[in-house]
């Protein structure tokens, strides 16, 4: 290289240096200016999170104002709410009381004097008037004059004429008294009817109260019984109207019993009955039951029925300790009487209920400022429950089986029992007769697959030892057999060491690891097995003679126990079907004095 090329070199070397400076030159210019641009980007963006940090509080505060409004709605609509809601109640509170005072103008324009010939009614048949009329203390002028009134107030309702009918009595005008009991009866035939017998009664006329009573008897429906019949069955039972009152009403029921339906009386008591046996608990009698196999059910079934006449008599002996027909006792002082006459009095007529039901319910509606659910489940019927009617069967069930609902005294419930004593005689008789059905002359205990038959008359005797004997004997035999096939097995024992030898010869050496082991093994297993078929025969016989042992003892036991139970379970058979005539008996027993 010559000295010029050198020089040119050096030349362009400074060259490209001096560009290089002025390329850094120019970057740094460059970066300062972009310094510049980001002050003023990092200016824009503390504005822009100032912006931001303005919005969001801005934006808390309408949170805050929507919260509040939500609350304020919520109020709002909670306040209507409450406003609609109590509109509704006060609205139906003013439509009840208008309705209130409109029902009670109704009740006293026309049943208002209603209770004033209720009143006159109970002062007309108290037994101290009679007598102050007798004595002429009362004028029997005035007592006209007030019984007239009454039936010009009130000429549709039936205690009005039933009141003259008395009054004309008390003044011995038979002929008006007669027209008087003549017209009460066309307004209401029962409850006039009813009213003269217990008045009769009440003034000393038994056989006018007994004939009343017949009258009022029959014209009752047996089908619907009010509580008028239960109060005066009470009086009736108590001997309070006379022996003849009582005769007439045994008659009547009597009637009735053999009225209704045969069938469907019989299918209730009967499921009465029924219903009075004894179940059978799972553990009692459990040999017997094991050894029965399926005429176990059947035995069951027939041994229950046959408690039956027992638990019946027991359930009848404690409910009436007096026995059905009670004891003599002095007949009480009427109480049974006034209590159905002040019940009769007293009792509202359907219209007049009706209407009174409804001026109770709106009464509640206005207690419970028109909440109409508040007051339907406050609401109480002026009839009561016991208003209710009910049938002939139904009372004497209750009577005699539920005395708790029966709303009758035990004076009335032994009347009601001996009113059914045939029809529940019969059916105990029949449900025997079905016991006696399913009885069977003998029955077959089945032990070990050991069969003995045994008869079901506990009083033919079973000696339970030669039977016990022969079972064990039976099942010796059959250990011993068993125990006697218990030999060596030749055949196994060569086809075992035949297998032996040939795994040990063609395939242990002929293998190699794992599957060696596993055929050494099995060669072992084989050995043991053989070993066992020649050496372990007295083992065997021994187990098979244990087992033997333990199942001839186990049906030993359960044959004597079934023996014994067989023996148990008969006896109370026989005695449960002895009880009918125990039953028969007390039903027909004789008064106590």
Not at 114 to 133: E, F, N, S
Not at 203 to 211: I, Q
Not at 326 to 342: F, K
Request: charged fraction near 25%; proline fraction near 4%.
């Amino acid at each position: 290289m010559t000295s010029g090329d050198v020089m040119e070199d050096r030349i362009e070397t400074d060259s490209a240096l001096a560009r290089l400076a002025d390329q850094l030159e120019g970057v740094g210019q460059e970066q300062v200016r972009h310094e510049d641009r980001l002050d003023v980007f990092e200016d824009g963006l503390h504005g822009v999170r100032a912006d931001v940090r303005g919005l969001h509080s801005d934006v808390t505060e309408v949170r805050q104002e929507v919260a509040g409004l939500e609350r304020a709605v919520t109020d709002t609509r909670e306040a209507l709410n409450s406003f609609i809601e109590q509109y509704g109640r006060d609205r139906e509170v003013a439509r009840a009381q208008a309705e209130l005072a409109r029902l009670t103008t109704v009740f006293q324009a026309e049943f208002a004097q209603r209770k004033l010939t209720r009143t006159l009614a109970r002062g007309l048949v108290h037994t101290l008037t009679a007598q102050a009329v007798h004595k002429k203390m009362v004028n029997t002028i005035t007592v006209r004059a007030c019984v007239e009134e009454r039936m010009l107030l009130e000429p549709t309702y039936w205690l009005a004429p039933a009141m003259m009918a008395v009054a004309a009595n008390f003044r011995d005008e038979t002929e008006q008294g007669d027209r008087a009991k003549s017209h009460a009866s066309t307004l209401d035939a029962a409850k006039a009817h009813l009213f003269f017998a217990l008045t009769s009664s009440r003034l000393g006329k038994e056989a006018e109260a007994a004939a009343w009573m017949d009258t009022y008897l029959q014209s009752l429906n047996p089908e619907e019984l009010g509580q008028d019949f239960c109060v005066v069955l009470d009086a009736i039972a108590s001997k309070e109207l006379g022996e003849e009152a009582l005769g007439y009403t045994r008659q009547a029921m009597a009637g009735w019993d053999q009225s209704v339906h045969r069938t469907s009386a019989a299918t209730q008591w009967r499921a009465r009955l029924r219903d009075m046996r004894r179940r059978l608990p799972e553990g009692e009698y459990a040999a017997l039951r094991r050894t029965c196999g399926n005429q176990w059910d059947a035995l069951r079934h027939g041994w229950e029925l046959a408690t039956v006449p027992g638990r019946t008599l027991a359930y009848l002996g404690r409910t009436f300790p007096d026995g059905p027909a009670g004891v003599d006792r002095p007949v009480s002082g009427g109480r049974h009487v006034e209590s159905a006459l002040e019940r009769l009095i007293n009792q509202l007529e359907p219209d007049e209920a009706h209407l009174l039901e409804q001026m109770r319910r709106l009464e509640r509606i206005i207690e419970h400022d028109g909440d109409l659910k508040a007051a339907e489940q406050a609401h109480v019927s002026v009839l009561g429950p016991e208003a209710e009617p009910v049938t002939f069967m139904v009372l004497l069930d209750q009577a005699v089986f539920e005395p708790g609902e029966a709303r009758l005294g035990p004076a009335a419930r032994r009347m009601a029992l001996r009113a059914i004593w045939p029809s529940l005689e019969n059916t105990a008789r029949r449900i025997v007769v079905d016991s006696e059905r399913q009885l069977p002359p003998s029955v077959t205990l089945s032990v070990a697959q050991h069969s003995v038959t045994v008869p079901t008359d506990p009083n033919q005797c079973v000696d339970a030892g030669p039977l016990v004997d022969d079972l064990a004997a039976r099942l010796e035999r059959q250990t011993q057999a068993r125990s006697d096939a218990v030999v060596r097995r030749w055949p196994r024992v060569f086809g075992a060491l035949l297998l032996g030898a040939v795994t040990g010869v063609l395939v242990v050496p002929f293998v190699d690891g794992a599957w060696r082991v596993v055929f050494f093994l099995l060669i072992l297993a084989m050995v043991a097995w053989v070993l066992w078929e020649i050496f372990g025969i007295p083992l065997r016989k021994r187990h098979v003679r244990e087992q033997g042992d333990q199942a001839r003892n186990e049906a030993v036991a359960t044959l004597a126990a079934a023996l014994q139970q067989r023996e148990d379970f008969f006896a109370e058979w026989h005695e449960g079907i002895q009880d009918l005539a125990d039953l028969t008996l007390w039903g027909g027993a004789p008064k106590q004095h």
